[in-house]
Structures are given as structure tokens and as C-alpha cells.
């Protein structure tokens, strides 16, 4: 027995020893110290810059701003209607009139120029009570309703970069255990090598080795991709310049203190008085109702009072006419009625009223889009609690198994298969428990994003 040790040791090169790396969990947990930096971002710091970063929040923003101008102009509509006119008129030449009048003659003159400006105010009295208060108040619905619709989408975009920092993050602790996995392939080819060459293992044992290794190397290289596309996306999505470094200041390693998730009923009715999607079509319904009640105003006479002011040359009221500005004034109250409008403000009112119940469908849809949302949401939180105790638990069982199977195979009691089988298993479960702590962050986020809590 002490002979056939020697004669292994012998076939094993002193730097394939030295080379070998080390596979105990606290060389792992130090080379995972150096993804995380104190500095660096978090998801919720990547959330808050691209709920500001984010193109469709400009977008939002500007058809908020739009909103909020059509209530300055509707709140436009109380002011009474003021208008001014100035005319000059060039009249053709006509003889004056000559009229006898017994002993004496009256002339009547026609000036051939004629100045005149006027000056008049028009109160719509009926559209106080009835048509403006329902305007104004339509308008102010619909600015609420984008203010809602940005929200929502600010917490939509906010919710999408906390999964895709995970997502990034997940992508960087893959690279480092597949290269960990991949040196120890390596390691473990050079002493199959080794073997072989004294015929102590078979080629088959090699070839099988390499294959190994050829998988490792092609799970770095996906790995790697996968964390170049989510650094792109996230950079995108905050808006984070080519020259900006971005560094991991979330330590998933940490244990979070889970509370019991609260049954679904309780939660769903949160997230329904909460969510700013739901916020937005209800002020989105007041708005049409009202619309619809401004229309109203068409359907009765209106009833305006007027005045004006004329200073003229001549002015057309004064008799005779005299060729000198005199300044006359009117006022009165008007009722006035326009068939055509009332008819048409009837089929304005039946679209409205058909607007307002496809929000009502929608809102109908959307309840139980976010009853199911949080549903799957509780129950990735609870899948993720679980799988933090028993991915720690194979974590556990891999190191030992590997740590037996390593001595076992420099004692010549372990066949190749089941080393590489023990490393393949190692490097997995280190992947499956940094994976649960992911998968735990990202339910707790879609939680608090399902019931509104991140809104």
C-alpha cells in the first residue's frame, strides 16, 4: 500500500500542487469579498435613478405637464369673454340729402371716412352653474390621473431595474464560481495527465476530464455574456455614462429577517387601495363622468348678459349724422338655444359614458392582475425562504463530499468520475444557495411592488 502511494505521489508534478486551488468555503467567501464595494450601487439606488433616468418618464412627465395646462384653460373658461375691434372704413362718395322742412332745409351728410373701435364683454351666466364647474373639474381629474399613470410607471421602471441589478449581480457571482470550478478541472486534468502518462489511468479517464473542462470553460463564457448584457441594460436604464464604473454595494451573502407573509386576501386589498395603475383609471372614470356632465349645457338655453361700448366717427347711432367721435353704450341679457349642438352633445355624452366603461373593464382586469401578482409574489417568498436553508444545506454536504472524494483520489480510492462528479456538485450548490439569496431579494422587491409598498 505504502508503495503504490509513493508511486502516485511521484506521477503528480510539484506545481500541479501548488497550483491547486483552494476549494474551502472561506478562500470562496474571500473571493466573493472582492465583488462588493461600500460605495457602490444598490438596487435601490439603481430603482430611484431610473424611475429618473428612464425615457418613458420624460414621456409621462410631458403628458403630465399637458394635463396640467388644460386645467389652466379650463379654469379659463370663468373669466367673462372680452373683445375689442378698431375699423377705419374708405365709403364711396354720395350727394347729401336735401330735405325741405317748410321754410328751412335738412341736410343729412355722408362722410366718406369712418373710424370707429368698440369695446364689448359677454358673461355666459347658465355655464357658471352648469358646464364650467364640470370642465374644470374634468381637467383636474385627468391631471390626477397622469400624475397616477407617471407614478405607476416610475415604480414599473423602478421594480424592472431592481431585477435586472440582481439579475447583474447573479451574473457576476456565476463568473466566480465557474472559474473556480474551471481551475479545479484543470487541476485535476494535470493529475490525470499524470496518471496516464505512467498508464495508472486510462485515457478514457482523461478524455473524460477534458470534457469537463471543456463544459467549464463554456459555462465562463456564457456566464460572462450574460453579466455583459445586464451591465448594459442596467447602465441604459439609469442612465450611467460609458466612463462610469459600476460597483456591487449590495451584499447578498447577508441574512434578511423575512416577517410571515400576510394572507392573500389582506394583501391584495393593500395593494388595491395602493397601486397608483388602480389610482389612475378611477380618476380616469371621474374625468369622463364629468366631460359628459359639462355637455349638459348644450342641451338648454344659454343664457348670457352683454355690453359694449362704441366711439365712432360718425357714430351710426347719433342723428344727425355728425362728422365727430361720440362714444354710445349697450347692455342686455340673451337667451340662446343651438339645436344642431344639443343633438350633437347627446352622442358627445353616449362616447363618453362608453369611455367610462372601458375603464371600468380595465379596472375590472387589472384587479385581478394584481390579485395574481401578489400571489405569486407571496409565494416566491415563501419558495425563497425555503430554498436558503437547503441550498446552505447542500453547500455543506458538497464541501464534505468534495473534501472526501479529493482525499480519496490522492489516495487512489476514488475513481475520476466521482471527483469530477464531486466538483460539478460543489460548484453547483455554491451556485443554487448565492442564486436563493437572489431569488429571495427579487421576491421581496415583486412583493412590495405587487401590494404598492415601492410605488
Same mark, same amino acid.
Given at each position: 500500500?505504502?508503495?503504490?502511494?509513493?508511486?502516485?505521489?511521484?506521477?503528480?508534478?510539484?506545481?500541479?500542487?501548488?497550483?491547486?486551488?483552494?476549494?474551502?468555503?472561506?478562500?470562496?467567501?474571500?473571493?466573493?469579498?472582492?465583488?462588493?464595494?461600500?460605495?457602490?450601487?444598490?438596487?435601490?439606488?439603481?430603482?430611484?435613478?431610473?424611475?429618473?433616468?428612464?425615457?418613458?418618464?420624460?414621456?409621462?412627465?410631458?403628458?403630465?405637464?399637458?394635463?396640467?395646462?388644460?386645467?389652466?384653460?379650463?379654469?379659463?373658461?370663468?373669466?367673462?369673454?372680452?373683445?375689442?375691434?378698431?375699423?377705419?372704413?374708405?365709403?364711396?362718395?354720395?350727394?347729401?340729402?336735401?330735405?325741405?322742412?317748410?321754410?328751412?332745409?335738412?341736410?343729412?351728410?355722408?362722410?366718406?371716412?369712418?373710424?370707429?373701435?368698440?369695446?364689448?364683454?359677454?358673461?355666459?351666466?347658465?355655464? =357658471?352653474?352648469?358646464?364650467?364647474?364640470?370642465?374644470?373639474?374634468?381637467?383636474?381629474?385627468?391631471?390626477?390621473?397622469?400624475?397616477?399613470?407617471?407614478?405607476?410607471?416610475?415604480?414599473?421602471?423602478?421594480?424592472?431595474?431592481?431585477?435586472?441589478? =440582481?439579475?447583474?449581480?447573479?451574473?457576476?457571482?456565476?463568473?466566480?464560481?465557474?472559474?473556480?470550478?474551471?481551475?479545479?478541472?484543470?487541476?485535476?486534468?494535470?493529475?490525470?495527465?499524470?496518471?496516464?502518462?505512467?498508464?495508472?489511468?486510462?485515457?478514457?479517464?482523461?478524455?473524460?476530464?477534458?470534457?469537463?473542462?471543456?463544459?467549464?470553460?463554456?459555462?465562463?463564457?456564457?456566464?460572462?455574456?450574460?453579466?455583459?448584457?445586464?451591465?448594459?441594460?442596467?447602465?441604459?436604464?439609469?442612465?450611467?455614462?460609458?466612463?462610469?464604473?459600476?460597483?456591487?454595494?449590495?451584499?447578498?451573502?447577508?441574512?434578511?429577517?423575512?416577517?410571515?407573509?400576510?394572507?392573500?386576501?389582506?394583501?391584495?386589498?393593500?395593494?388595491?387601495?395602493?397601486?397608483?395603475?388602480?389610482?389612475?383609471?378611477?380618476?380616469?372614470?371621474?374625468?369622463?363622468?364629468?366631460?359628459?356632465?359639462?355637455?349638459?349645457?348644450?342641451?338648454?338655453?344659454?343664457?348670457?348678459?352683454?355690453?359694449?361700448?362704441?366711439?365712432?366717427?360718425?357714430?351710426?347711432?347719433?342723428?344727425?349724422?355728425?362728422?365727430?367721435?361720440?362714444?354710445?353704450?349697450?347692455?342686455?341679457?340673451?337667451?340662446?338655444?343651438?339645436?344642431?349642438?344639443?343633438?350633437?352633445?347627446?352622442?358627445?355624452?353616449?362616447?363618453?359614458?362608453?369611455?367610462?366603461?372601458?375603464?371600468?373593464?380595465?379596472?375590472?382586469?387589472?384587479?385581478?392582475?394584481?390579485?395574481?401578482?401578489?400571489?405569486?409574489?407571496?409565494?416566491?417568498?415563501?419558495?425563497?425562504?425555503?430554498?436558503?436553508?437547503?441550498?446552505?444545506?447542500?453547500?455543506?454536504?458538497?464541501?464534505?463530499?468534495?473534501?472526501?472524494?479529493?482525499?480519496?483520489?490522492?489516495?487512489?480510492?476514488?475513481?475520476?468520475?466521482?471527483?469530477?462528479?464531486?466538483?460539478?456538485?460543489?460548484?453547483?450548490?455554491?451556485?443554487?444557495?448565492?442564486?436563493?439569496?437572489?431569488?429571495?431579494?427579487?421576491?421581496?422587491?415583486?412583493?412590495?411592488?405587487?401590494?404598492?409598498?415601492?410605488?
Amino acid at each position: 500500500m505504502k508503495t503504490r502511494w509513493w508511486l502516485f505521489a511521484m506521477c503528480i508534478p510539484a506545481s500541479a500542487a501548488l497550483a491547486a486551488p483552494k476549494t474551502d468555503r472561506k478562500s470562496f467567501e474571500a473571493e466573493l469579498d472582492q465583488v462588493f464595494a461600500d460605495e457602490g450601487l444598490t438596487a435601490s439606488a439603481a430603482a430611484s435613478r431610473a424611475s429618473k433616468a428612464a425615457p418613458i418618464i420624460a414621456r409621462k412627465a410631458a403628458s403630465k405637464e399637458a394635463a396640467s395646462a388644460d386645467v389652466s384653460r379650463a379654469k379659463l373658461s370663468l373669466l367673462p369673454v372680452i373683445a375689442g375691434k378698431a375699423t377705419y372704413t374708405r365709403l364711396s362718395p354720395l350727394d347729401d340729402v336735401m330735405i325741405p322742412l317748410g321754410p328751412m332745409t335738412f341736410v343729412i351728410p355722408f362722410f366718406e371716412n369712418s373710424y370707429a373701435a368698440t369695446a364689448q364683454i359677454q358673461v355666459n351666466i347658465s355655464d =357658471y352653474f352648469v358646464r364650467d364647474p364640470a370642465l374644470i373639474g374634468g381637467a383636474g381629474h385627468a391631471l390626477d390621473a397622469a400624475t397616477h399613470d407617471m407614478a405607476a410607471t416610475a415604480a414599473a421602471i423602478g421594480q424592472q431595474a431592481r431585477e435586472i441589478y =440582481y439579475e447583474w449581480l447573479r451574473a457576476k457571482l456565476q463568473i466566480i464560481v465557474a472559474k473556480r470550478q474551471l481551475a479545479q478541472v484543470e487541476t485535476t486534468r494535470t493529475q490525470i495527465k499524470a496518471l496516464v502518462d505512467v498508464q495508472r489511468a486510462s485515457t478514457a479517464d482523461l478524455a473524460r476530464i477534458e470534457s469537463q473542462q471543456a463544459q467549464a470553460r463554456q459555462l465562463v463564457d456564457r456566464f460572462d455574456s450574460a453579466m455583459i448584457v445586464r451591465e448594459e441594460q442596467l447602465r441604459l436604464l439609469i442612465g450611467a455614462g460609458a466612463d462610469e464604473e459600476l460597483a456591487v454595494g449590495e451584499d447578498v451573502r447577508e441574512d434578511l429577517e423575512v416577517s410571515e407573509v400576510e394572507d392573500l386576501d389582506e394583501l391584495s386589498e393593500k395593494a388595491l387601495a395602493k397601486r397608483n395603475e388602480l389610482k389612475a383609471i378611477n380618476t380616469g372614470i371621474k374625468a369622463k363622468e364629468s366631460q359628459r356632465r359639462s355637455e349638459a349645457s348644450t342641451l338648454v338655453p344659454k343664457i348670457s348678459a352683454f355690453a359694449s361700448v362704441d366711439y365712432a366717427k360718425p357714430n351710426p347711432r347719433v342723428f344727425p349724422s355728425e362728422n365727430e367721435f361720440r362714444m354710445t353704450w349697450a347692455a342686455g341679457v340673451q337667451a340662446s338655444w343651438v339645436i344642431n349642438e344639443s343633438l350633437a352633445a347627446n352622442q358627445t355624452r353616449n362616447r363618453h359614458d362608453a369611455e367610462a366603461a372601458e375603464l371600468r373593464a380595465d379596472k375590472k382586469g387589472l384587479q385581478h392582475q394584481v390579485r395574481l401578482e401578489v400571489l405569486r409574489a407571496i409565494q416566491g417568498v415563501r419558495l425563497a425562504k425555503r430554498n436558503i436553508g437547503t441550498t446552505q444545506q447542500g453547500v455543506d454536504a458538497a464541501e464534505e463530499s468534495y473534501r472526501v472524494r479529493k482525499d480519496l483520489f490522492g489516495a487512489g480510492r476514488a475513481s475520476v468520475v466521482e471527483m469530477v462528479d464531486a466538483e460539478t456538485e460543489l460548484s453547483r450548490s455554491r451556485i443554487a444557495s448565492l442564486d436563493a439569496r437572489i431569488d429571495l431579494r427579487i421576491a421581496l422587491a415583486r412583493l412590495a411592488y405587487a401590494t404598492g409598498e415601492k410605488s
